[in-house]
């Protein structure tokens, strides 16, 4: 059994800041890459940022230098640094990732959902 978990939502002013944590588990051989999505009610799920194995990242435009991703294969966690957050940035934050199991079998992976919300 291969599964991810996010720790680190919550309720947050405006501007301010926030950390979110993916943590992976399970027999795992190796994990390709790694992303944020989220999903604000009556909205579609989007994607955030992603990362590649090798660490090539990529953006939503409307994150772009507020958000910054990282991960730690050694350790397989994925973390997403949140700062000057907007009441926009209010969300579902869902970790995902692509994992090849040690049964050989690739799978993509999500977590179960921690809720992000910025508000006065």
């Known amino acids: 059994q291969v599964q991810l978990v996010e720790s680190g939502g919550g309720l947050v002013q405006p501007g301010g800041s926030l950390r979110l944590s993916c943590a992976a588990s399970g027999s795992i051989f190796s994990i390709n890459g790694m992303g944020w999505y989220r999903q604000a009610p009556g909205k579609e799920r989007e994607l955030v940022a992603g990362i590649t194995s090798g660490g090539t990242t990529n953006y939503a435009d409307s994150v772009k230098g507020r958000f910054t991703i990282s991960r730690d294969n050694a350790k397989k966690t994925s973390h997403l640094q949140m700062n000057s957050l907007k009441p926009e940035d209010t969300a579902v934050y869902y970790c995902?990732?692509?994992?090849?199991?040690?049964?050989?079998?690739?799978?993509?992976?999500w977590g179960q959902g921690t809720l992000v919300t910025v508000s006065s």
């Open positions: 995902n990732a692509e994992i090849l199991t040690r049964r050989w079998d690739y799978l993509e992976v």
